[in-house]
């Protein structure tokens, strides 16, 4: 079992940044595939970053590609994605999510999930 918290979501002009955290216990957080998601209002949970369990590897979906970067310290069990050049678009809960087998970027694979934290980006 591994239990997942994320924090650092906030209310932030378009424009401007936020670093997002998620820190997991439990488990070994080194044996784990790591990706954030996002789900705004009214539509499905949709990919945003995957990264490998020695993030050797990684891979963003187009819409964030130059402007979110995701990291991992796995010294300190905890996952990260900075997010620079926000755009109300960005809105959303942002969810973190881990996987023993490989990363996806269908949300149904992912074995375990934190609670969310929400961001904001205002015009």
């Known amino acids: 079992q591994v239990q997942l918290v994320e924090s650092g979501g906030g209310l932030v002009q378009a424009g401007g940044s936020l670093r997002l955290s998620c820190a997991a216990s439990?488990?070994?957080?080194?044996?784990?595939?790591m990706a954030w998601f996002r789900q705004a209002p009214g539509k499905e949970r949709e990919f945003v970053s995957a990264?490998?369990?020695?993030?050797?590897?990684?891979y963003s979906a187009d819409s964030v590609k130059g402007r979110f970067t995701i990291s991992r310290d796995n010294a300190k069990n905890t996952l990260y994605l900075q997010m620079n050049s926000l755009k109300p678009e960005d809105t959303a809960v942002y969810y973190c999510?881990?996987?023993?087998?490989?990363?996806?970027?269908?949300?149904?694979?992912?074995?375990?999930w934190g609670q969310g934290t929400q961001v904001t980006v205002s015009s």
């Open positions: 999510a881990a996987s023993g087998t490989s990363y996806y970027t269908i949300a149904r694979r992912y074995d375990y």
């Open positions: 439990g488990r070994t957080f080194s044996f784990y595939n």
């Open positions: 990264i490998t369990w020695n993030g050797a590897n990684t």
